[in-house]
């Protein structure tokens, strides 16, 4: 099929090559339609971002990205984050297993 919008041209012919997977959620019903999740997600980073105008150096963006990465995750489990934080850092108190573990239990 073709239009007379390039760009519209450009994603349908970008739709057929990668057909299989558009169609994955015919395979995984478990796979979300939307994005809306995830755009929830950063919504807080994106925020905090504009009040600070951000960071000054990499190594600052990717610990603030990994903290609040974790953040999420615990959040979504239902563990407190800073009960995993403590946890990790050798703070005696509440045992919490790996997030890969507790997704996977999930």
């Excluded at 739709?15 to 169609?23: A, K, N």
């Amino acid at each position: 099929m073709k239009t007379r919008f390039v760009t519209l041209d450009r994603l349908l012919a970008r739709i057929r090559t990668d057909r299989q997977s558009f169609l994955k959620i015919l395979q995984r019903p478990d796979i979300p339609l939307h994005t809306n999740g995830s755009e929830n997600d950063i919504r807080s980073v994106v925020t905090r971002r504009k009040i600070s105008g951000g960071t000054h150096r990499d190594q600052g963006r990717a610990a603030r990205d990994t903290m609040l990465s974790m953040m999420k995750t615990c959040n979504k489990l239902g563990v407190s984050f800073w009960d995993y934080l403590g946890d990790r850092l050798g703070i005696p108190g509440n045992k919490i297993l790996p997030l890969p573990v507790l997704l996977a239990a999930r």
